[in-house]
Nanobody, 120 residues
Framework: QVQLVESGGGLVQAGGSLRLSCAAS????????MGWFRQAPGKEREFVSA??????YYTDSVKGRFTISRDSAKNTVYLQMNSLKPEDTAVYYCAVGRGLYDSVNGYNYWGQGTQVTVSS
């Protein structure tokens, strides 16, 4: 049974940092894209970042502030978030799939989400 478990969310002041982790279990995902999405209240789930075969992708609003990385041996993906802004407040989800990296439809497996709240 595939399971993705996120951790590392929390409350932080604007300008602060958080590091999200997502540990995958149930199978090896070395050939899959691992990504991060977020969903703010009343908004659709949106792409944040993804990594596949060492290539990284970011949505424009987080470029230069967020860094995605992956430890294939641990089947884990990380999202280092620096210079956080109140507009980064959302539930963050990790996902694994083989489709389009920036589309929710490109992912087959999803974590339960972790809340990130950035206060001004």
């Amino acid at each position: 049974q595939v399971q993705l478990v996120e951790s590392g969310g929390g409350l932080v002041q604007a300008g602060g940092s958080l590091r999200l982790s997502c540990a995958a279990s149930g199978r090896t995902f070395s050939t899959y894209t691992m990504g991060w999405f977020r969903q703010a209240p009343g908004k659709e789930r949106e792409f944040v970042s993804a990594i596949n075969w060492g290539v990284t992708y970011y949505t424009d609003s987080v470029k230069g502030r967020f860094t995605i990385s992956r430890d294939s041996a641990k089947n884990t993906v990380y999202l280092q978030m620096n210079s956080l802004k109140p507009e980064d407040t959302a539930v963050y989800y990790c996902a694994v799939g083989r489709g389009l990296y920036d589309s929710v439809n490109g992912y087959n497996y999803w974590g339960q989400g972790t809340q990130v709240t950035v206060s001004s």
